[in-house]
């Protein structure tokens, strides 16, 4: 992992989100790349948001459009925020890439909205660290998230908007023998070689024609990663038993595959996506595919 993508405006939350991607950079050694999007006049100003993503969240207010002077300055402010987190963590703002044994923080200023920029600066990263919005969160923030998840195809990690220690030690994966968390896993396996605990937490029995959770177990010793099971039977709150076990062992963060049983069946149904992304307060580590 040597790309850590952090969308950066002059917020608390985003405070969170740029330490945390500090500290797993160092343990990685990445670069952060602090991208602050700028929307240009001439997009419309109503912006369509998934629904199913994000049903929980805030009121369906408009897209804000600043004034060159306020866009400029919300881009400063943004930038000094960035350099002063950089400077906290020892990362020297660099204009190129670092190496894993000196990583930097490089800053970006991009024209456009998160639907126009993020398919654009998403794929180039190796991992994204966004905030949850909270129930009284606007629009904004909800694209953001939404985009990243949609968009980037790269694992989001998604941060409640609250202080907590992050340093991807102890890192939980949500298990159920399929495709999506099969992709994410090799997606984040960078992250899984540095950390110190690694749990596969499964709930119920799963029929899927899939990996177990001891063959990948199995993997991972290939590339010299030591990770262990924990199992719940239960017919149902696959979500909240989830995050019930990722609390019980320890684990900083859960990781998971986003909506492998379709956005439509996890509005209407609910599911684990919806319960972690809607309901959950933890760190949780997501990719959609």
């Known amino acids: 992992m040597r790309v850590i993508l952090v969308p950066v405006a002059d917020r608390p939350e985003c405070v969170i989100s740029l330490?945390?991607?500090?500290?797993?950079?160092?343990?990685?050694?990445?670069?952060?790349?602090?991208?602050?999007?700028r929307p240009d006049r001439s997009e419309k100003a109503t912006i369509s948001v998934d629904?199913?993503?994000l049903s929980g969240f805030g009121k369906a207010d408009d897209w804000p459009l600043l004034s060159e002077e306020e866009a400029t300055s919300a881009a400063t402010s943004a930038r000094l925020l960035f350099e002063r987190l950089a400077a906290e963590h020892n990362f020297p703002i660099s204009k190129k890439p670092g190496s894993k044994d000196a990583p930097v923080a490089l800053w970006q200023e991009r024209v456009g909205t998160p639907p126009f920029i993020m398919p654009?600066?998403?794929?180039?990263?190796?991992?994204?660290?966004?905030?949850r919005p909270t129930k009284e969160s606007g629009r904004k923030a909800r694209t953001l998230l939404s985009q990243?998840?949609?968009?980037?195809?790269?694992?989001?990690?998604?941060l409640p908007q609250h202080e907590h220690k992050l340093s991807g030690k102890r890192i939980a994966m949500?298990?159920?023998?399929?495709?999506f968390e099969s992709r994410t896993?090799?997606?984040?396996?960078?992250?899984?070689?540095?950390a110190e605990d690694v749990v596969f937490l499964t709930v119920g029995r799963n029929?899927?024609?899939?990996?177990?959770?001891?063959?990948?177990?199995?993997?991972?010793?290939?590339?010299?990663?030591?990770?262990?099971?924990?199992?719940?039977?239960?017919?149902?709150?696959?979500?909240?038993?989830?995050e019930k076990l990722m609390r019980e062992e320890g684990a900083e963060m859960i990781a998971?595959?986003?909506?492998?049983?379709?956005?439509?069946?996890?509005?209407?149904?609910?599911?684990?996506?919806?319960?972690l992304l809607n309901e959950a307060d933890i760190p949780v580590l997501m990719m959609h595919h």
């Open 19 to 37: 330490r945390s991607a500090f500290a797993l950079a160092r343990q990685t050694g990445a670069d952060v790349i602090g991208c602050h999007m």
């Open 51 to 53: 629904s199913s993503l």
């Open 120 to 131: 654009i600066i998403g794929p180039a990263s190796d991992m994204l660290v966004v905030s």
């Open 148 to 158: 990243a998840l949609f968009s980037s195809q790269r694992p989001v990690l998604i």
């Open 174 to 179: 949500g298990w159920n023998r399929g495709g």
């Open 185 to 194: 896993l090799l997606a984040i396996l960078p992250l899984l070689k540095t």
């Open 207 to 242: 029929g899927k024609q899939g990996p177990k959770a001891q063959d990948m177990i199995s993997y991972l010793a290939h590339h010299g990663v030591k990770a262990r099971h924990v199992m719940e039977n239960a017919a149902s709150k696959e979500g909240k038993i989830l």
């Open 256 to 275: 998971s595959g986003a909506y492998s049983r379709g956005r439509f069946k996890e509005m209407v149904f609910g599911g684990v996506t919806h319960y």
